[in-house]
């Protein structure tokens, strides 16, 4: 743990080859439902990346990874934490790979913690609706509600139910914090009200889909606003610099990471039923709407 197996765990080496996509449709099969999933960071994206023969390519110098899964063409994208840097990642993808609108559904999957005493650990949530912290003056509603008809199929496969998920500017480290934003949302990320946002423009049906990783009454190891690098992903040598600096941290950054290695085992556990019943969806109406209550 100290290492960083969990921060850093079951990304793409080196040694991977890289295949430089030329032409989307040379690759893809249009008698299956092309499917993005999203994820912030390696390590979330690594127990499901196992069960599956993902092949690695790049596109516009963006890696991405992709496998048939049951009737679905998924293509998995990691766009980095924070809300930024998951808009232009999906945008710079999106603009290079969905030219000819052949994508018709994002999950935007990962990580995310709890604001309410509900949901613990482990637990797979589907929201309603996404509320960004930042304000956007050009939006009547900052708010996104993403395609009820993926979200009650979310339902079915076992997600629990959620009214609303708050996408931070910030992780949110300490308990307090939590409890400050538990009026406003269930749960919270980083990523969400971008990648849904993103993805509805290019015209791209969407569902959230997450483990919860942290309780709202649990502080988190390390601040790890103060671990990301340039590229917005979890630093290991900055985590152990924090560590090196408060060693009195390392047991419950070991909790934290089995904690966390646990629920992305859960979300991949639900990740392959879900796709396993939107195969057998024939058609999907609906689409994200801004909401106008």
Known sequence: MVSGKWVCAGGAGEEDEVKEVKDVKEVSKEELMRVLVTFAVEAEFAPWRKRWPFEIAAAGG??????????????????????????LTVDTFLRKENEDKSFAVCISSGLAGALRETLGPGDII?????VPET???????????????????????????????????????????????????????????????????WGLRTV???????SVVEDLPLDFNRTLSDNEQISVSKVLIQLAKRPSAIPAMVKFGLQSRR???????????????????????????MATR
């Open 208 to 214: 959230v889909v997450r483990a919860i990783s942290d």
């Open 263 to 289: 629920a992305a085992e859960s979300l991949a556990t639900f990740l392959d039923k879900y796709l396993r019943e939107l195969s057998k969806v024939s058609a999907l109406s609906g689409s994200n709407e």
């Open 62 to 87: 963006i890696r991405f990874w992709r496998a048939d899964i049951d009737d679905c063409n998924v293509t998995v994208l990691l766009t980095a934490m924070g809300t930024l840097a998951a808009v």
């Open 126 to 130: 589907a929201p309603r609706m996404l």
């Open 135 to 201: 304000v956007y003056p050009e939006r009547q509603e900052n708010r996104l509600e993403v395609n009820a008809a993926l979200r009650e199929l979310a339902l079915k496969c076992g997600a629990k139910g959620t009214d609303c998920l708050w996408t931070a500017d910030q992780v949110l480290v300490k308990a307090a914090d939590k409890k400050i934003y538990s009026s406003r949302a269930e749960a919270v990320d980083m990523e969400s009200f971008g990648i849904a946002t993103e993805a509805g423009a």
